[in-house]
């Protein structure tokens, strides 16, 4: 029995996607050459003042809206003080005192079950630049770099509510989080490229209790299930502190991906950044309409979308859940069941041969050359008749890598199905007569026997008889020479 | 003719008739720099051959006849605190003291549009704080005033250079006061516009809600043709107000009949009896004039230093983190980041900026944040509660400008508070970000004595329209030279 519980919150910094950052015109482009797509402004050189980008503004509200919040229709811009190198004015430009978005949720599946978690806040605010060290890692460098390319990208930072119990529930969130906003539109979300990081607040307590115990802060997890894992080291590392009669010291802890352990970063003492608000810029005041307006605009959420696939198209949850995880996936599956109304059989094909290949190849779907109406093409082409499951899984190779369509496969590599009766009735005939052996055994009752004819005719006919066809001649002609 | 006593209007009337051209003017102007500079020493940096080239090419301009702002080819200056691309802006701190921005201010871009020649940049108080560059990390600025420096008396450089012709205007930055008040101390015209009339992009930050650019000039027409450059919206700066901006020169209208002016009472509190006898002289005149004049209650201001203070360093202890030595400025080299910004700071920035930023610090910090801040902000309203009362009866207000003559100010720098209080005119108008006007009026002991005037929020109209009456119906408003003999200023 497990006397402890673990309490959870999660705080997901997103970069927004603008073309241009949150206070001047420079680029967001990713990957530049450092210190390429930088101005006064955001190198905060003496004398320069920004200005607001409404394009951000319209983003953040409709991530606060889609994630069910409430949306401030008069709010600021405030600083956070506090001195680093890669923090160009010394102070970062945040919303601490009136967030944008407020009082949100998000439903999380974990097995089986739907669970609730709050969301307190998705505030704006800008990236700080990145220190680029030169041996690797801070304390190994005699020397870092700034990059500001990244001082002042438009973020959105979404901060949950301690409510989740475990590295599952977290990874369930980022994951659903993920779907939501990608399917918005207002942001990458690639953890890799650092347009979703995530930083999560780990405390434990005893079952049954409900003060919060003494938390730690896990920061450097570069993918969701790095998230699970520390999160899941984490919990057990402060058990056995409490279990050894120790006690959790507040501190920030890095991930350390290959040793799978967090490590201590620093200790925290709650630094005071002395916040106020920017007085540089004005406040962001916002209509009913315009909110209206942006609510609108919202397009069909995952959640309503794999409802949608469930009740609709008779797809079982699993299906409907995987499907929706990504949008890319789920508008594949939208335009291949324009072109073809089985949904359990497309799906099938997207999450069997599709997945795999994706994962095989390590790649988007936007990169695979597989289009919907190919993949429609393909299973009409499967439902007549005219290929194999087996032959089609080949073909749907040739398509994802080479973007053909399937009949132009088919014909190229001469894999159609052979249906003609007779010259199936040929072959069928040619067969019986070099295996009297086995026509012998079947017809002393070994019905397995027919296993060995079928290949037979398979190999004559280099697996391109169609098999439904086969199997029926077979048998009839069987019984007709008993 | 003694070219550096000649207005801006009068300047660009002879360069027009093709009497001078502006390289003569500018060259003029050098020549009158070299005389004074080692004395006044209003420059920071002087920018002489930039300035030499852009009067060549207002003069190519004027020589294809194409249409020029009567402020082409007119040798000015502006304080070290405003951006100017590829000539050297320190702030007067040791800081910044190598610092050369990539790009202009917007009042810098906007004026080299209209054909300015920039001669150079002015000495303030480091970082604007203070009142007449007693706080500069360099050298103080000399009140041209006080020729023999018997009185010890110093001034705002930007003042200093239009007083004794250094400059044929200068823009100022005022954050509690500094244009006004060094500007009366000196003599000449000078003018906070309401905040978010003149773009503040490219103005180093002070304290942002409270810093506003502004023009100093010899008489009301100069200030009138500065304005028309300076003000109007600007894309670049959030604060910077979309309002339609007129042609102030219409206001310069020799009338103040009917028009309401109130006296704030509170405001005599600790004014000089000699300064309050002139701003007494003032009232009758504008009364002679058909002026109403009432005292009004703004019951409010005296607690408008200690709030001021305290904004304006909590701000400034924000503006001036970014000067720690990993981008521009000073660096002095340590071992590890966190010593490096140590030392660079606390060898960059002299005793007044460090202690505001300490008392800055301070008062943001929790459980002072409520205490003192928040109060502060509360203050500040209040005063602009006053303001609006007395606007809702009075077209403008009047008062001194400086509680006393410039010998008698800013000349405690071991005692900032009372430095502050010297503001106490002046500085309730920066927290209500109102338009504001000194103007001189007459001596008092040698020294040349303001009066502010104080209009509703982008009703610098009105201001105009006062001054240009006092100045046309009395010959208080530019000093006389009897005075200045060793700088020959022969005004007026």
Known sequence: MNRYEAVIGLEVHVELKTDTKLFCGCSTEFGKEPNTQVCPVCLGLPGAVGVLNKKVVELATKAGLALNCAIGTYTWFDRKNYYYPDLPKGFQISQVFRPIAYQGHLDIDVNGATKRVNITRAHIEEDPG???????????????????????????????????????????????????????????????????????????????????????????????????YAIEYEVERQIDVLEDGGRVIQETRGWDENRGITVSMRNKENPDYRCFIEPELTPIELTEEWIEEVKASIPELPDARRKRLVEEHGLPEYDAGVITSSLALAEFFDATLKEFPDAKSISNWIMGELLRLLNARNMELSEAKITPSSLAALLKLIEKGSISNKMAKEVVEIMFDEGKEPDQIIKEKGMSQISDEGQLAQIIAEVIAKNPKSVADYQAGKKQAIGFLVGQIMKATKGRANPGLVNTMLRDKLAEEA | MRLYNLSVFQLSELMEKKE???????????????????????????????????????????????????????????????????????????????????YDATVAERLKGAGAILMGKCNIDE?????????????????????????????????????????????????????????????????????????????????????????????????????????????????????????????LVNEVKGLRIGLPKEYESGVEPQVAAKLQEAISKLEELGAICEEVAMPHTEYAAPAHYIISSAEASSNLARFDGVRHGLRVEAEDVSSMFKKTRSQ??????????????????????????????????????????????????????????????????????????????????NLAGLPALSLPFGMVDGMPVGLQLIARHFEEETLLRVGYTLEQSTNQTRPKPGLFLKYNIHRG
């Open chain 2, 348 to 429: 960059g920035f002299g005793a007044e900026v460090k202690k505001r930023i300490m008392l800055g610090t301070h008062v943001l910090s929790t459980g002072n944040y409520d205490t003192y801040y928040v109060k502060a902000l509360k203050v500040r309203s209040l005063i602009k509660q006053d303001f609006d009362r007395a606007f809702e009866k009075f077209d403008c207000l009047l008062t001194p400008t400086n509680p006393t003559t410039a010998g008698k100010t800013g000349k405690n720098p071991n005692d900032s508070l009372a430095m502050h209080l010297s503001g106490v005119c002046t500085l309730p108008v």
């Open chain 2, 20 to 102: 001078i051209s502006s390289e003569e003017l500018t060259n003029a102007y050098l020549e009158r720099i070299s005389q004074v500079e080692s004395e006044t020493k209003v420059f920071v940096t002087l920018s002489k051959e930039t300035a030499l080239t852009q009067a060549r090419n207002v003069d190519q301009k004027r020589a294809r006849g194409e249409e020029l702002s009567p402020l082409a080819g007119i040798p000015m200056a502006m304080d070290d605190n405003i951006c100017t691309e590829g000539i050297k802006t320190t702030c007067a701190s040791k800081i910044l003291y190598n610092f050369i921005p990539p």
């Open chain 2, 127 to 251: 970082f604007g704080m203070g009142s007449s560059t007693e706080n500069s990390a360099f050298y103080p600025t000399q009140n041209p005033f006080d020729a023999e420096a018997a009185q010890g008396c110093i001034s705002g450089g930007s003042a200093a250079a239009v007083a004794v012709g250094e400059a044929a205007f200068t823009l100022g930055s005022d954050t509690s006061g500094f244009i006004r008040q060094s500007a009366a101390s000196c003599g000449v015209i000078g003018l906070k516009p309401t905040y978010g009339h003149v773009s503040r992009f490219g103005l180093i930050s002070t304290a942002s809600s409270l810093d506003q650019i502004g023009p100093i000039t010899q008489d009301m027409t100069d200030l009138a043709l500065v304005l028309n450059t300076i003000c109007g919206h600007d894309v670049k700066d959030a604060t910077s107000a979309s309002v339609d901006v007129p042609d102030f020169t219409k206001s």
């Open chain 1, 130 to 228: 990145k220190l680029v060290h030169s041996g690797g890692s801070i304390t190994t460098s005699r020397y870092s770099c700034v990059d500001y390319n990244r001082s002042g990208m438009p973020l959105i930072e979404i901060v949950s509510e301690p409510e989740m119990h475990s590295g599952e529930e977290a990874k369930a969130y980022l994951e659903k989080l993920k779907a939501i906003l990608e399917c918005i539109g207002v942001s990458d979300v690639k953890m890799e490229q650092g347009s979703l990081r995530c930083d999560a607040n780990v405390s434990v307590r005893p079952v049954g209790t409900t003060t919060l115990g003494t938390k730690t802060e896990i920061k450097n997890m570069n993918s969701f299930r790095s998230v699970q």
